[in-house]
């Protein structure tokens, strides 16, 4: 699998295999481009509204903004690191921590939240064309839900078939026509800021910070860790690590900081904006434009909406082929958008409500992905030698066929960490209702099946602990049970 790499040309043909060394001619500041571009999404001004739904000040949410949104970028960086020193994608690298056939495990959830979030951002997509076409009289109905889908599908679809070195370029265009088109929007709704309001807000207890910053750190940085050495498989081997993990939290966290805490001075001056966000998160924020903007609104929403979507579905493609597909890359990344487009129709026009089916989803696959992040942490930061890239696709290497001590890890974490989630859109997400089954036994929360639906009662209720649990209990287990394995792994070289 060590085959070089062809010359760059319009569509990248590298699927899983090693990337050639004449190949690798990134820079660790090059990282800046594809998690900057993915990552200014006006969409991240309706966590304002998001957080604060827990119950918490515009101080305690900015404060859990910048803390979470840098942590779980800086998560990120690490798992960059292995994109370095191994030169294969992601879920490649991961199997040095499964084994060849266990990485299909982890490989799975990781595929499903791909595929999650890539729908989720063309869904946002197209819920703001319609609503900036129907504000403006153009058009209005389900000929335009449906014609969105399609174009906006074909879009992100066609910038992931071309690949790495199409979208590097342009992720690097976007950066800076998506950032100056986002400070405009930022300038006009000024003066929507109620600062009396903002300020006035009561603080809410420990716990719901808790819970608010499991929600930024899976909604941010632990959204995208799955994918993160797919973007730093094409560095130099020579690159520094403490540089990999710096631009990436720096391209990543930048951007979402300053419109999150932005998010949250519109959210908390506006109460029935807050309340919009929660069907329509772009649709809302279109309300409080001046007509003349609505165009170059709808314009930068897009854009910064489909680059998301591409990194998604060019890394899910990836994945896809890492569980044993055999097809060309291209067609891998094909494949996924035929999904997104399904996944986008179905959920613009049967889908009641957005962000209740979307955070029950985070929190979900965030669960056993934060448990594998921390897994392949451990794994990273515990080895000293680059990755024997042959036994990364050979089941009789010495990273074997499978891992039993990953997966029980994984597999364990994940079960605890489910029982100590819930599912806060249980009239949205029924599906989702057997989450929480240990918050009764140890204290924490009291299920309620009111006459309006089930909830549940408890400060720690929401707090979601489970997904810090299963990311710290990977990471701490793999350090201390994987340790000697990996030496010996590493003294065969």
Request: proline content about 5%.
């Amino acid at each position: 699998m060590t085959t070089p790499s062809p010359t760059p040309g319009l569509i990248e043909t590298t699927g899983i295999e090693i990337i050639a060394e004449s190949e690798r001619t990134a820079r660790p500041r090059d990282l800046v481009w594809p998690w900057f571009a993915a990552n200014i999404s006006v969409f991240g001004m309706s966590y304002g509204s998001y957080l604060l739904g827990f119950g918490i000040s515009f101080w305690q949410a900015s404060v859990v903004a910048v803390i979470g949104i840098v942590i779980s970028f800086a998560l990120c960086g690490l798992v960059a690191i292995a994109g370095k020193r191994g030169s294969a994608p992601t879920m490649v690298l991961s199997r040095a921590a499964f084994g060849v056939h266990g990485q299909k495990l982890p490989g799975i959830i990781s595929w499903l939240t791909s595929i999650g979030w890539e729908t989720s951002l063309a869904i946002s997509a197209v819920l703001a064309t319609a609503t900036v076409f129907s504000t403006l009289g153009v058009a209005s109905g389900r000929a335009v839900t449906v014609i969105a889908a399609v174009l906006i599908a074909a879009l992100i679809v066609t910038a992931s078939v071309l690949g790495y070195h199409t979208i590097m370029r342009l992720q690097s265009v976007l950066t800076w026509a998506t950032g100056i088109m986002t400070i405009l929007f930022m300038v006009l709704t000024v003066p929507h800021i109620d600062w009396q309001a903002v300020a006035s807000m009561p603080s809410g207890p420990p716990q719901a910070m808790i819970g608010a910053l499991v929600m930024v750190m899976t909604g941010f940085g632990l959204g995208w860790i799955n994918i993160a050495a797919d973007w730093s498989r094409y560095q130099r081997r020579t690159a520094s690590d403490a540089s990999i993990v710096l631009w990436n939290t720096v391209g990543g966290a930048a951007a979402p900081v300053v419109l999150v805490v932005f998010g949250l001075l519109l959210a908390g001056s506006d109460q029935t904006l807050s309340e919009a966000i929660s069907g329509d998160p772009i649709g809302a924020l279109v309300s409080i434009l001046p007509l003349w903007a609505l165009i170059p609104f709808w314009i930068v929403a897009v854009l910064t909406l489909v680059s998301g979507a591409v990194l998604g579905i060019y890394s899910s493609g990836l994945t896809l082929l890492s569980l044993g597909i055999r097809i060309p890359r291209p067609a891998a990344a094909a494949v996924d958008g035929v999904i997104l487009t399904v996944g986008t129709i179905w959920v613009a026009f049967f889908a009641t409500s957005f962000i209740g089916p979307f955070q029950s989803f985070l929190i979900t696959l965030g669960v056993p992905i934060a448990g594998w992040a921390g897994i392949l942490i451990a794994d990273v930061l515990t080895r000293r030698r680059d990755y024997d890239e042959q036994a990364l696709f050979d089941p009789r290497g010495r990273y074997g066929a499978v891992d039993w001590t990953s997966i029980v890890t994984l597999v364990v974490v994940s079960v605890l960490g489910w029982g100590l989630v819930v599912n806060s859109s249980a009239a949205d997400a029924p599906w989702n209702n057997w989450q929480g089954y240990l918050l009764e036994p140890l204290g924490l929360g009291t299920y309620v099946d009111g006459p309006a639906g089930p909830y549940w009662e408890g400060n720690w209720a929401y707090a979601n602990v489970g997904v810090l649990l299963a990311l710290v209990l990977g990471f701490l287990v793999t350090l201390v049970a994987r340790r000697g394995r990996i030496r010996r792994q590493e003294a065969t070289a």
